[in-house]
């Protein structure tokens, strides 16, 4: 821990950080014309006095070394805070790091607010992915958020099952506009949905069958993982909520899809990132770890954060018996993600389905669509 003339009073201090975490101090330090070290001396300070009950945990994976200097005495005692409050050095200093960037946002994102952004994915096929997606969408709009679902599933189920028509394949698309193919502009393919509870905010851009061949086309694209969010960036001024219904696969949209929940520089924690619907049974365990590595993977290659925003059990039935309720418990064990709703297992969703309508249009007061509600409430 030796000095410097020049930071007489300070030590150097090696710890480590997550890339993304530093990357994030790096940008917001020149933005704000701020010294790194003085960030970090600020946020720790700040930690050292928060209060415990309301520190997050901050995803410190692939955490490498970072040094940096801090007024001497300082780092004995964030390390004894840390031991006082069970969380490793590293988990106290990104804490204390993630509380200053919380505290001191952005410039550019307060200029310029971005719609918080729900991937809704699962390889998993039938796990409810779109029940959520919609569910969720139009408890966001009666609440009075500007919503738009984006159908990026090729089945179109979503689209379906509100009642949208398809785009005919050949038409300008999402797949032409991820791919740098189309010509208009994409708000013209977005469609309001017209029930009355959602006075007019809840959108949908509607599924076209061109999407099938979108991996294909995604290969030829540069920055293909940023494709997602390139085509949506005209309309995002547009939305306070922007949910995407990803489709039961785990190949380049899902990674688009998944780059575009990142979370940006600026916006807070948890605004966005991945909700994993699942159900209660084994094989959805599988799917699970699959959709975690790839999460893991495109993190690490792309020096991005994807918040985990959690697991919905979906179709849940405690009568079905043992391996329904060992599988619920098991996922509420994971911790993180955490499980943020339990959906029941009811008809009336099937019947919302048949009637082309949202749920919460078709029963607007069933068990059902107050989980929803919850969720959206519990999501923020
Ligand atoms: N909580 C629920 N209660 C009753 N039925 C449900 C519930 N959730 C979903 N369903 C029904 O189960 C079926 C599959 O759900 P959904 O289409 O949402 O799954 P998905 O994960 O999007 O499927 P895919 O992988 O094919 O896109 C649909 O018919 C849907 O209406
Ligand atoms: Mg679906």
């Not at 007489?8 to 201090?13: F, L």
């Not at 959602?198 to 940023?226: I, M, N, T, Y």
């Not at 309309?235 to 306070?240: F, L, N, Q, R, W």
């Not at 955490?338 to 009637?355: N, S, T, Y």
Request: aromatic share 4%; net charge negative; glycine share 8%.
């Amino acid at each position: 821990m030796a000095a410097t003339s020049e930071n007489a009073e300070r030590e150097k201090v090696v710890s480590k950080l997550p890339p993304w975490l530093r990357q994030e101090l790096k940008v917001r330090a020149a933005e704000l014309r701020v010294d790194i070290q003085d960030a970090v001396e600020a946020g720790i300070a700040r930690w050292l006095d928060a209060d415990v009950s309301t520190s997050q945990e901050v995803a410190t994976s692939g955490a490498e070394s970072f040094s940096t200097w801090l007024p001497v005495g300082m780092y004995d005692d964030l390390k004894t805070a840390c031991a006082d409050r069970s969380v490793s050095y590293v988990q106290g200093l990104a804490q204390a790091a993630s509380l200053w960037l919380a505290e001191h946002p952005s410039p550019r994102a307060q200029a310029h607010r971005v719609p918080r952004r729900k991937v809704v994915g699962n390889q998993k096929g039938g796990v409810g992915k779109t029940a959520i997606s919609a569910g969720l969408g139009a408890a966001y709009a009666e609440a009075g958020e500007r919503v738009l679902i984006v159908d990026y599933d090729p089945q179109g189920h979503l689209s379906n099952q509100l009642g949208v028509k398809q785009i005919v394949a050949g038409e300008e698309s999402l797949a032409k506009h991820m791919a740098g193919e189309a010509k208009g502009d994409i708000g013209d393919l977005i469609v309001a949905l017209t029930g009355e509870r959602f006075g007019g905010r809840l959108h949908v851009l509607p599924a076209c069958a061109d999407g099938f061949l979108l991996d294909v086309k995604l290969s030829q694209v540069r920055a293909r993982e940023a494709a997602l969010e390139r085509a949506l960036a005209p309309v995002e001024d547009d939305y306070d909520v922007i949910i995407v219904d990803c489709p039961p696969s785990l190949g380049l949209s899902m990674d688009a899809g998944l780059h575009y929940g990142r979370r940006r520089d600026g916006e807070p924690e948890r605004s966005s990132g991945v909700l994993i619907p699942v159900q209660a049974e084994d094989s959805s365990a599988d799917a699970f770890g699959m959709l975690m590595d790839q999460i893991a993977d495109l993190q690490d290659d792309l020096q991005i954060l994807i918040n985990h925003l959690g697991i919905v059990v979906n179709l849940y039935d405690s009568r079905r018996g043992y391996i329904a309720t060992s599988s619920l418990a098991n996922w509420r064990s994971l911790g993180d993600p955490p499980v943020v709703a339990v959906v029941p297992d009811l008809k009336e969703q099937r019947e919302a389905v048949r009637q082309h309508l949202p749920l919460l249009e078709y029963a607007p007061h069933c068990d059902q669509a107050n989980v929803l509600r919850e969720l959206a409430r519990e999501l923020a």
